[in-house]
């Protein structure tokens, strides 16, 4: 079986290290916020040429941090996609603010600038942009419609670490961006794990308190905060894994160059290539396909592992039914829903396995 994810086929030499670093926390006696927790901020934010980092406990309360340290909440909305992970939009409800769903471009499957326009109302005070499959694409559109707008741009980076527009890193465009670090994420810990990026150092010193019950100094609880808190082993694993980004990067861009240049049925369709080769780091490799459940039935039956992200918009989700969304509908995110489909992408496939992908796509047929 050719698995979405394998981190069993990682080198012995990644998982040394990963021991090495588990074991020299568990020898410190020192578990959560600590040095490691410090060091790997400070290399994080440099990874991502911004001035601080601030580690949580998982992507989805980077993004509800973000949001409550810069006092949006309760009557605020934030207009966020229908094409997301489910955690995007929960991290808006839990903010208090009230998420405004948009439509996706169908050529990219990221938020369309048109449906957010018609989202704005007069509580409009954030878009939350989601690079979705890790693409960067269009952010001088993004922080051209927030300026004039005058709202806030924040960015859901979970899926897009390490993915580059113009010389910046993804979460450096707005005024905040959210990362996790679950494993499967393209930097992943061996737990929960996240991040918000800032240049603002004053958002990051709130941040700080944020995610350790409000704490200013010992005893002192200033704001309304949560525990979010990173752990010393998960940075530790963090700080080992981070060598190795650049390396798994450019393996998924080389598995998704195959996928591009060999993958030619007429049954199935690619997203719109990257605007420059570092804007897309691959989290996901998406095929479109009209007979997308026909096709997911036959990779599996030549036994190759796929998933669909997303099967349901977050606008058919039960609790979201009745969420504020564009008045035009959110067509293009329902048909993206049930036409694509998400195929091996990760940096452990050899040749012959990306071969073999390739052809079990290109021999599909409707019979
Ligand atoms: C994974 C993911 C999240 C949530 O991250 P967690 O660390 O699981 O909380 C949020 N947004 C997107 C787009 C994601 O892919």
């Excluded at 449906?115 to 952010?139: E, N, P």
Aim: charged share 20%; with cysteine; aromatic share 8%.
């Amino acid at each position: 079986m050719i698995l979405m994810n394998d981190f069993k086929a990682e080198p012995n030499e990644l998982r040394d290290r990963m021991h090495k670093a588990a074991r020299k926390v568990i020898d410190s006696g020192w578990y959560v916020l600590g040095n490691e927790v410090q060091l790997f901020e400070q290399q994080w934010a440099s990874f991502c040429g911004v001035s601080s980092a601030v580690g949580v406990g998982n992507g989805m309360d980077a993004i509800e941090i973000a949001l409550r340290s810069l006092e949006i909440g309760p009557g605020d909305e934030v207009i966020t996609s229908s094409m997301t992970a489910f955690a995007t939009v929960l991290a808006v409800i839990r903010s208090g603010a009230t998420p405004v769903l948009a439509d996706i471009d169908a050529e990219t499957a990221l938020l369309s600038v048109e449906s957010a326009f018609r989202c704005l109302t007069s509580r409009t005070k954030a878009v939350l942009l989601v690079h979705l499959y890790g693409q960067v694409r269009a952010m001088k559109k993004w922080n051209d419609f927030c300026g004039k707008n005058n709202i806030v741009l924040l960015e859901d980076c979970a899926q897009a670490h390490m993915a580059r527009l113009g010389g910046k890193t993804a979460g450096g465009f707005g005024v905040a961006g959210a990362y996790s670090f679950y494993p499967t994420k393209n930097l992943g810990a061996t737990g929960d794990g996240g991040a918000l990026i800032t240049q603002d150092k004053d958002l990051a010193k709130v941040a700080e308190q944020m995610r350790n019950y409000g704490q200013s100094i010992r005893n002192q609880h200033p704001i309304i905060g949560l525990n979010s808190r990173l752990d010393e082993i998960q940075a530790a694993i963090l700080l080992e894994r981070l060598k190795g980004l650049p390396e798994f990067t450019k393996r998924r861009r080389q598995i998704a160059r195959a996928y591009c240049d060999g993958i030619k049925n007429p049954l199935v369709q690619h997203l719109a290539l990257p605007e420059e080769k570092e804007a897309h780091v691959y989290h996901l490799y998406v095929i479109i396909s009209k007979v997308r459940d026909a096709l997911q039935e036959y990779f599996t039956q030549n036994q190759i592992q796929t998933f669909v992200h997303y099967p349901i918009p977050i606008h058919q989700q039960i609790p979201c039914i009745n969420m504020a969304h564009d008045p035009n509908g959110l067509y293009a995110s329902e048909k993206h829903a049930s036409t694509c489909l998400s195929i091996p992408c990760h940096p452990q496939m050899s040749d012959e396995e990306v071969e073999a992908v390739i052809n079990v796509a290109n021999t599909f047929k409707l019979d």
